[in-house]
């Protein structure tokens, strides 16, 4: 009875809301410690205080599938299906970051493509520490952003095959979304302008003189004709012994060929 999804659940994507993590992870825990002892019988409102003690995030670890609470937890709201207001204050919730990143992976698991790009992306300006725990039990700090990207790019995450979310190309094809506007897009172009603006033209012309006739580079571009010069003479220098080298052994070719017919002739038995 425990185990059991609350009877006016709605289902979630055509399945039991459950259903959407795998049924060994779930065997798993609903023998866990954790499970039986702090989310037997939690509500909504008891859920979110065990969601505020939470210290890291994670699926399974350990080589007999050990769950952490955070998937614990991941699997009560599944069971008792809180309203959708309620997850939302998980996801605006700043004060607790591992609240937040509940409510973004409960999102991610229930909610459309629509909800989920409206609801997660704002998160991604959020650059806040999290930790990890991977399958080694070992802990690792990553970051509520990437954390909020692997939601919506990856196949899987925290051992749970997430479900299938349109591209955000075809929602804002047919006008469900607006255009993405990036953050750092935005900074960049105010810094552009902002620096044409207070830079003067005089300033930016004798700028430009600095930089085209700098010492510095003067020397390199004086270094780079030596250079060249250097090369452009070895090359003459070797084209010229090549053709001195050719002249001498036509001429040798010669010669021989001459002392050769002499010596024929000398040979011949009708020389007179």
């Known amino acids: 009875m425990a185990n059991r999804t609350v009877k006016?659940?709605?289902?979630?994507?055509?399945?039991?809301?459950?259903?959407?993590?795998?049924?060994?992870?779930?065997?798993?825990?609903?023998?866990?410690?954790?499970?039986?002892?702090?989310?037997?019988?939690?509500?909504?409102?008891?859920?979110v205080d065990k969601a505020m003690l939470m210290r890291f995030v994670g699926g399974v670890y350990g080589g007999n599938i050990k769950p952490?609470?955070?998937?614990?937890?991941?699997?009560?709201?599944?069971?008792?299906?809180?309203?959708?207001?309620?997850?939302?204050?998980?996801?605006?919730?700043?004060?607790?970051?591992?609240?937040?990143?509940?409510?973004?992976?409960?999102?991610?698991?229930t909610g459309s493509s629509v909800d989920c790009y409206k609801y997660l992306e704002p998160l991604l300006a959020d650059s806040r520490k999290l930790r990890k725990q991977n399958r080694d039990g070992q802990f690792e700090i990553i970051y509520v952003d990437e954390f909020i990207d692997s939601l919506?790019?990856?196949?899987?995450?925290?051992?749970?095959?997430?479900?299938?979310?349109q591209s955000r190309h075809v929602l804002e094809e047919n006008n469900e979304l607006e255009p993405k506007v990036s953050i750092l897009e935005e900074d960049i172009e105010e810094g552009v302008e902002s620096s044409d603006e207070e830079e003067p033209t005089d300033k930016r012309r004798e700028k430009e003189h600095r930089n085209k006739h700098s010492p510095v580079k003067e020397k390199r571009?004086?270094?780079?004709?030596?250079?060249?010069?250097?090369?452009?003479?070895?090359?003459?220098?070797?084209?010229d012994r090549g053709d001195r080298r050719d002249r001498d052994r036509h001429r040798r070719s010669r010669s021989h060929d001459r002392d050769r017919s002499r010596r024929h002739r000398s040979r011949s038995p009708y020389r007179k």
């Open 152 to 165: 919506l790019r990856d196949e899987r995450v925290c051992d749970v095959i997430l479900p299938r979310i």
């Open 68 to 109: 952490t609470p955070f998937l614990c937890l991941t699997l009560k709201m599944l069971q008792i299906q809180p309203e959708k207001d309620i997850i939302v204050e998980f996801i605006k919730n700043e004060e607790f970051k591992y609240v937040r990143a509940l409510g973004a992976f409960y999102m991610r698991l």
């Open 8 to 47: 006016d659940a709605k289902t979630i994507h055509g399945t039991n809301p459950q259903y959407l993590i795998e049924k060994i992870i779930r065997s798993r825990i609903y023998d866990n410690k954790f499970w039986k002892e702090e989310c037997f019988a939690l509500s909504a409102e008891l859920l």
């Open 221 to 239: 571009r004086d270094r780079e004709r030596e250079k060249r010069n250097r090369d452009r003479d070895r090359d003459r220098r070797d084209r």
